[in-house]
C-alpha cells in the first residue's frame, strides 16, 4: 500500500507530468483561464488517464505480451484512450452544455494529449503491475489537475494586475508556468 502511495506522490509532485515532463502542454496553456474550467478539465483527465492506465495495463500483460504483439501497445492505447475520451465527451454534453462548450476543442484533445498516451505507455516501459499502474495513472492525471488549477487560479489572480504590456498575454502566463515548475523540481529533493 504504501508502494502505490509513494507512486502517487511522486508521480503528482515529482515527475509532474506539465511542469516537469511538458506533456500536456497545450490544454494546460490553453484551459487554465478559470478554476472552474481547469477543474473539470483535470476530472476528465483523472478519469481518462486512471481507466486508461488500467485498460491498458489488462491488455498489454493478457493480450500484448503473451501474444508477441507488444509492438501493438501504441496503436492499441491510443484507441483505448480515444474510446474513454468519447464516453466523457458523451457524458458531459448531455449533462453538462455549458461545460461542455466552454471545454471546447481540449475536451477532444485529451485523445491526442501525450500526457495520456505517455503514462500508460511509461507503465508498461516500468514494469508496473495493474495496480502500480493505475496507481501511476492517478497519480499523473492529480498532478495535472493540481499543475492546471494552480496556473488558472494564478491567472485569474493577476488579470486585474497592471502588467507592463510586452508582458501581457502570453508572456506572463509562461513565466508563471516556469516559476511552478522550478517550484515543483523541489519536491525531487526531499526523501
Known amino acids: 500500500m504504501l508502494n502505490l502511495i509513494i507512486i502517487i506522490m511522486t508521480a503528482a509532485f515529482v515527475?509532474?507530468?506539465?511542469?516537469?515532463?511538458?506533456?500536456?502542454?497545450?490544454?494546460?496553456?490553453g484551459?487554465?483561464?478559470?478554476?472552474?474550467?481547469?477543474?473539470?478539465l483535470g476530472g476528465a483527465v483523472i478519469?481518462?488517464?486512471?481507466?486508461?492506465?488500467?485498460?491498458?495495463?489488462?491488455?498489454?500483460?493478457f493480450v500484448l505480451d503473451p501474444l508477441g504483439l507488444g509492438?501493438?501497445?501504441?496503436?492499441?492505447?491510443?484507441?483505448?484512450?480515444?474510446?474513454?475520451?468519447q464516453?466523457?465527451?458523451?457524458?458531459l454534453k448531455k449533462t453538462s452544455p455549458g461545460l461542455y462548450t466552454a471545454l471546447g476543442i481540449y475536451l477532444p484533445l485529451i485523445t491526442t494529449n501525450c500526457a495520456v498516451l505517455g503514462v500508460a505507455l511509461n507503465n508498461v516501459t516500468d514494469g508496473f503491475?495493474?495496480?502500480?499502474?493505475?496507481?501511476?495513472?492517478?497519480?499523473t492525471a492529480l498532478g495535472y489537475?493540481?499543475?492546471?488549477?494552480?496556473?488558472?487560479?494564478?491567472?485569474?489572480?493577476?488579470?486585474?494586475?497592471?502588467?507592463?504590456?510586452p508582458l501581457r498575454g502570453a508572456p506572463i502566463v509562461l513565466f508563471c508556468a516556469c516559476l511552478m515548475g522550478m517550484a515543483f523540481f523541489g519536491f525531487g529533493s526531499i526523501g
Request: aromatic share 10%; glycine share 4%; net charge negative.
Open 15 to 29: 515527475n509532474n507530468v506539465v511542469l516537469s515532463q511538458f506533456l500536456g502542454i497545450c490544454s494546460f496553456l
Open 129 to 139: 503491475n495493474f495496480f502500480q499502474s493505475v496507481a501511476s495513472g492517478f497519480g
Open 145 to 165: 489537475t493540481i499543475a492546471i488549477t494552480l496556473l488558472a487560479s494564478i491567472r485569474e489572480h493577476i488579470s486585474e494586475n497592471d502588467i507592463p504590456e
Open 31 to 40: 484551459v487554465s483561464n478559470k478554476i472552474k474550467t481547469s477543474l473539470s
Open 87 to 91: 464516453v466523457v465527451e458523451m457524458f
Open 71 to 85: 509492438y501493438l501497445q501504441t496503436i492499441v492505447f491510443i484507441l483505448v484512450i480515444a474510446a474513454l475520451v
Open 47 to 61: 478519469f481518462v488517464m486512471t481507466i486508461a492506465s488500467a485498460v491498458a495495463s489488462l491488455l498489454y500483460d
